[in-house]
């Protein structure tokens, strides 16, 4: 009897929610890597962009960069690299779901289907890969642009933070729009758009004081706004704003419990309209 | 023996009604399917209008960094934002047709619809040409109505005054950069039934055009080795041509214009020419390893 216990302990702990997200990640990692002369191109276009970046700045050396103490290319490289994990985050969990979809292994995938571990574990995997590129990318800067920072151990782990705070955000965003093509199996082709609007509202390439009216409106609504501005103050302020810190983190926290949860309704009642329909493994 | 005779019949008609596939017949027949699909996306009309416009607005702010700084080339000055407009323009219209070109290929290796086009009687390289045409066609279209409001809402080239001559040599300059992106696009087909990634490919390809073809800055920001590089790509050529053509009221007469008009004619029909020799090689290749559908 305490055999059979232990064991069911043991499999238990296998099974733990962790434990689930783990081994969707590692079999995501495993899957991506057989497609390397994908992740290989994507590099050299992530690489390209910064040297276009690159010697933009040197256009105007003196170039201002509202209220920061950085260089051109110091202050795009950090928003260029993120871009990236944003990328990843916003389409992860919808582009997979997707892809199930259009391959036909969503209806097996649906008898045990958790859509949180699912989101978690496909985001995760996709943000380990994105890591490698900006590993690369701030090498590829480093040697060019003489591209360095100290940094404090405090630093370290506020970035880290801001960090995760960014991914989360934009997970839920793709969880929010996975509930779209769960119920109409198709892409609303809204992730993308989005995407294009954080690229360019944002403050990955010029400051957000450039912008004002509908602009500064959307830049405003886009989470990342809040993440970047943060590092960047992290990064290139003499002192930590601690007020600007605890205001930004409050928001994307906020989005990603208001988003998320709406997400997560949705995409049960879409789940539960699909089983009703008979619509699971229809293309 | 009748039905010996009756089955030669048959096999010889079928010859020759694969022979008989004639190359403007299917070539409207793809034209008609893809005006029938994009009809069927309408939405993606006005969403690409919307990506457009924030591609666009990108490239505005972006300028506005330098606001007050003028471009001297060519003998002709221009505020930045208007040098950035000319050459990201020129750019955005003429990579179109390589994208879209890759994308549909790729789309259709990932539905499984390739395999059925590689063995059509039509044959794949006169539907690689057909489709390429298509988007090279569809692409100028779409990118006239798109960038009409773009530029009432970004008035870049308000102050630009520009003679019959110039927008003349400007539109075949245009022309030409276009043509060298259907050949170009040939090419990287060839790559993408070999290596099934055609998406990526275009983007490689247009990220490193971009960054050579100085549409962001003047050339004289590069190192003095990377200028000689973006020497050789035609591209580089093209938009310094159609800046000089805009704001320098260039004309075919000026030798920027007429050499960049020939070194891109030249271009686009020698990668016509190793499409055409590449293609039969990769083809049967793709063929003997049995990877025709494989994505």
Redesign the interface.
């Known amino acids: 009897m305490i055999e059979i216990l232990s064991s069911f302990k043991e499999e238990t702990k296998r099974n733990s929610f962790i434990a689930r997200i783990g081994a969707i990640s590692i079999s995501r990692i495993k899957m991506t890597l057989n497609y390397k002369s994908s992740y290989l191109m994507v590099l050299v276009l992530n690489i390209t962009i910064v040297f276009m970046y690159f010697f933009f700045g040197k256009l105007n050396p003196d170039m201002e960069i509202f209220g920061l103490n950085a260089t051109y290319f110091e202050y795009c490289i950090i928003g260029l690299c993120l871009q990236m994990i944003v990328g990843t985050s916003l389409g992860t969990a919808n582009g997979n779901i997707n892809n199930e979809i259009a391959s036909g292994t969503w209806s097996s995938l649906f008898l045990q289907f958790n859509f949180l571990e699912y989101s978690i574990g496909t985001t995760a995997a996709g943000v380990f890969l994105s890591s490698f590129s900006i590993l690369i990318v701030l090498s590829i800067a480093f040697l060019i642009g003489n591209f360095a920072f100290s940094i404090t151990f405090q630093e370290v782990l506020l970035i880290l933070l801001i960090f995760i705070l960014i991914l989360a955000s934009h997970m839920v965003i793709s969880m929010l729009f996975t509930s779209f093509t769960i119920f109409y199996q198709k892409d609303s082709g809204l992730v993308s758009l989005i995407y294009q609007l954080t690229k360019t509202f944002s403050g990955i390439l010029f400051p957000i004081a450039l912008l004002s009216g509908f602009p500064l409106f959307i830049s405003n609504s886009l989470p990342f706004t809040y993440g970047l501005e943060t590092l960047h103050m992290i990064l290139f302020s003499d002192s930590i704003q601690w007020k600007l810190l605890a205001y930004n983190c409050s928001i994307l926290l906020g989005m990603i419990t208001v988003i998320g949860i709406i997400a997560y309704v949705l995409v049960f009642l879409s789940l539960k309209n699909v089983k009703k329909n008979g619509k699971v493994d229809w293309y | 023996m009748i039905f010996h005779e009756y089955l030669r019949t048959v096999v010889r008609e079928f010859k020759q009604r694969e022979q008989n596939t004639k190359f403007l017949e299917g070539f409207l027949a793809i034209f008609r399917r893809n005006f029938r699909i994009i009809w069927q996306y309408k939405?993606?009309i006005i969403?690409g209008f919307?990506?457009n416009l924030?591609?666009f607005?990108?490239f505005f702010?972006?300028a506005?960094?330098?606001p007050e700084?003028q471009i001297s080339q060519d003998n002709y000055i221009v505020d930045?934002v208007s040098f950035i407009f000319a050459g990201v323009i020129l750019v955005e219209i003429s990579t179109r047709t390589l994208s879209r070109s890759l994308n549909s290929f790729t789309s259709e290796m990932?539905?499984g619809t390739f395999e059925t086009l590689v063995t059509l009687p039509f044959g794949l390289k006169r539907y690689f040409i057909s489709e390429i045409a298509f988007e090279m066609f569809y692409g100028v279209f779409i990118s006239i109505i798109y960038f009409i409001p773009i530029l009432f809402i970004y008035p870049a080239f308000k102050s630009v005054s520009i003679s019959i001559e110039s927008i003349f040599a400007l539109l075949l300059v245009s022309f030409c950069c276009i043509l060298i992106f259907f050949s170009l696009s040939l090419i990287a087909a060839n790559f993408t039934i070999l290596?099934k990634?055609g998406r990526?490919?275009s983007?490689?390809i247009i990220?490193?055009i971009?960054?050579l073809s100085g549409s962001?800055?003047?050339l004289s920001?590069?190192p003095k080795w990377l200028q000689i590089i973006a020497q050789f790509s035609p591209i580089t050529l093209a938009v310094r041509a159609f800046r000089l053509c805009m704001f320098g009221n260039g004309t075919i007469t000026d030798s920027i214009v007429w050499i960049s008009i020939i070194v891109l004619i030249s271009s686009a029909v020698f990668f016509y020419i190793i499409f055409h020799f590449s293609y039969k090689r990769i083809y049967n290749r793709i063929r003997q390893t049995g990877t025709t559908h494989e994505f």
Do not use: A, D, W
Request: overall charge positive.
């Open positions: 939405f993606s969403m919307v990506t924030i591609i607005s990108l702010y972006v506005l960094l330098v700084m930045s990932k539905q290596v990634r990526e490919i983007m490689v990220g490193i971009s960054l962001l800055f003047p920001m590069f």
